[in-house]
């Protein structure tokens, strides 16, 4: 925990009366994580010292069946990179920068287990939207189980930095990586694609025309003192778009369906869909050295990013494919297991969708266009399929989306 | 591994021609960590699987005499809060952006084994400086026989941010806190104190003559193409203070040290020196509720720094009580063991410095002022010490240093 060289050890807010705070970095860290977790959550994650020393000190939990191995993700989050004072309230960026990293480890077929927080503030902002960034991420920990055991808290010169780091653990050679899809498996994912993308579409055309502005009163979002207030969700309500901007700000990671698909032994290959459904599947796509076919008429479509896509006259596959942000798994599993698992997943209230198949190799991912048109999107389950011989395939590109070149 | 939402999935960068490059972030990490690290050293840290998956896979490590708990620490450095382009190289950056988490986890009597590195880059730094920034970082885990293991990299709207994990182990039971000290035990520091903030004075004194500019040409420092170069170390060693700069840009851990205190079990309470001697010695006190008495004559001086001390007229103890980032330990040990620690670190090579005793509460931090007078810093071995009874007691304040107010 150390703070500083060229400025001062304290950190710098601006408090609501618009008066500059000096905070030492033990009292922000006490004002920001004091008393927020049960000594049953830290207990129960085996944490032997938690935040407040050099060094978090945990127990490594046992496996119920062997050895467990350890696993470690870190991810961050930038402000003006990731989000901004319109698109994303102060908890949103705490429960995201969380989330992001408990889908790092459910991607690998993990439990997260450990959490560590670097947050870098700037000079601007309250120490209450610092507490509200830390509401966001203590919600996350208690829906994924998630000890926060320790953190560093720094200034910045201009901008939010949020790093977070998770540990895992998984049955010892259980870890499922990105290499393993073989020929004749199935392609699945565990929820829809291209919702968070549109969600952003929207908040971003909303903070344009000043729709952060003009909303009715709510807790200020954006921590920056004076900064204007995040979208609100009501706007979104309003526009029927709720479900999309939930979708971009309360992404939630796929731990019970990774957990469940691991224990079958059968996923040869698993991402999480963090940079977009394309590039996700092209990654397996090269570590595998196979291709994928992906089938336009079975990629999961969400209704409410569907109507509006159409609305926006955009095709909701550029953010099906492209939109990233999904944090939903992208897998593969052998072909005799895979409607077993997709019932298992269906009992435990999981949703999984066998939306292609993989073939040999050279490296490469394509879709079989087999709707009969882009609209019959809107009228997804009355839409007549081309027949599996025409159904024209294209080449899917390795890329992400580009939200500026809209 | 994700890299954007409201700009581009690839990380923007100058090249040495002044022309943007588009890295995706794949490229990058490619680029930068690829084949830095023998598989030897990945092995011997039971890495399953490194950098390129959604998360790193570890086996746990067996304890020679029985279990093993895990210690995780995090800490981040900000561009022009932690450093500038004058003060540091990029590869300094990266050194110590490590070494001062492998410090966190000496402070818990641990060894360190794997570290995550997260980097946010600004759009105006050369891919080559980040290559240099991970020059750095590569040499201090390759000192300390650390695996890195995974990472993020993200853009950065303006200024460079390094967030370092470090995961470490300890014998089950044997960290080391801060709040066993008892009274009776002795304080010890495994280093001298003040070296890095009179480094530091140095270096901001320099960059603001325009040394950095003015120096012989050496490789580029700074990693923003056109950015002035950091202060050259020739120009250091030519004011006689290299050891200083040294000691503010390549801090060297105690972990051998800490290793070896652990393991005697007659350590109580332990602290690493990265927020100044002031501020740990009051971080003991306050969670062990003790007192602690530091004698002026015993604090270990270093020549070089007392030496620039007297030529820029500024008492050495300011940066000894207050500098901060020394990154050595200071600790409290059962009276009867400290001389036969002494001696194992003795004989080992490594400095242990006895510097005062542990008294009952309330918590406090004193300093006995057993030196005859300031100036006998420069004379320190001949110096005339005041008798016990006659040397006076001041309280050492409870903060860190401000470089700013000096």
Known sequence: MACRVLG?????????????????????????????????????????????????????????????????????????????????????????????????????????????????????????????????????????????????????????????????????????????????????????????????????????????????????????????????????EAAGVAALVQAHRRPAPSVRAARLLAARGTVTSLNDVSDGLASEAWEIAEASGISLSLRESRLPLSGSMAAYAHRVHTSPLEWMLYGGEDYVLLGTIAAGDAQAAKAELAAAGLPMYLIGEVSAGPAGVELIRDLTSADSYNQRHSAQYAAEAEAPREPIAKRGYNHFAQ
Request: proline share 5%.
């Open 8 to 236: 001062t050890c304290s950190i710098q807010l601006i408090d609501s009366r618009k008066e500059a705070v000096d905070l030492d970095e033990f009292e922000s860290i006490r004002l920001w994580t004091d008393s927020r977790q049960s000594a049953e959550r830290q207990r129960e994650q085996g944490v032997i010292v938690g935040i407040g020393d050099d060094a978090a000190v945990v127990e490594a939990p046992q496996g119920e069946g062997g050895t467990l191995q350890w696993l470690m993700a870190v991810d961050t989050m930038v402000e003006t990179v990731h989000f901004n004072a319109a698109t994303m309230a102060e908890a949103d960026v705490g429960w995201k920068s969380l989330a992001a990293n408990v889908s790092d480890i459910a991607a690998m077929g993990g439990v997260p287990r450990h959490a560590l927080v670097s947050v870098s503030v700037p000079r601007a902002w309250e120490p209450a939207g610092i507490r509200r960034l830390y509401d966001g991420l203590y919600a996350c920990a208690e829906q994924y189980g998630v000890a926060i055991v320790g953190g560093d808290t720094t200034s910045s010169p201009l901008h939010l930095v949020v790093a977070v780091t998770v540990m895992g653990t998984i049955e010892a050679g259980k870890a499922i990586r990105r290499a393993g899809a073989q020929p004749g498996d199935v392609v699945f994912v565990t929820g829809p694609v291209g919702m968070a993308a549109a969600g952003l579409h929207w908040l971003l055309a909303a903070a344009a025309s000043g729709q952060a502005a003009a909303a009715p009163a709510q807790p200020a979002g954006g921590g920056a003192a004076g900064s204007p207030p995040c979208v609100p969700l009501a706007a979104a």
